[in-house]
Nanobody
Framework: QVQLVESGGGLVQPGGSLRLSCAAS????????MGWYRQAPGKQRELVAA???????NSADSVKGRFTIARDNAKNTVYLQMNSLKPEDTAVYYC???????????????WGQGTQVTVSS
């Protein structure tokens, strides 16, 4: 079993910063793309940013220049550095990872439990 555990959410004022972390644990053969999604009340879940195992990234236009995604493959961990936060960034942020537990095993689509980010004065 592979689990994703997120940390780092909270309440921050507009213009502030937060850093989210997501660590994968369990029996892991390989983790492929990792990413962050968010879901605001009454809205659909949307991709924030993603990073492949070789470090290629993509991000939503709404966060370009403000958010940075990074990963530490040795620690099976992905990070989201969020700067210049805006009230519209308020949402539950979910970590996502595609992983196998063995070389020929099933490719799993894994999700974390979510962490609340609230941007408010």
């Amino acid at each position: 079993q592979v689990q994703l555990v997120e940390s780092g959410g909270g309440l921050v004022q507009p213009g502030g910063s937060l850093r989210l972390s997501c660590a994968a644990s369990g029996t892991i053969f390989r983790i492929y793309t990792m990413g962050w999604y968010r879901q605001a009340p009454g809205k659909q879940r949307e991709l924030v940013a993603a990073i492949t195992s070789d470090g290629s990234t993509n991000s939503a236009d709404s966060v370009k220049g403000r958010f940075t995604i990074a990963r530490d493959n040795a620690k099976n961990t992905v990070y989201l550095q969020m700067n210049s936060l805006k009230p519209e960034d308020t949402a539950v942020y979910y970590c996502n990872a595609w992983a196998r537990v063995s070389m020929t095993g099933t490719l799993y689509d894994l999700w974390g439990q979510g962490t609340q980010v609230t941007v408010s004065s």
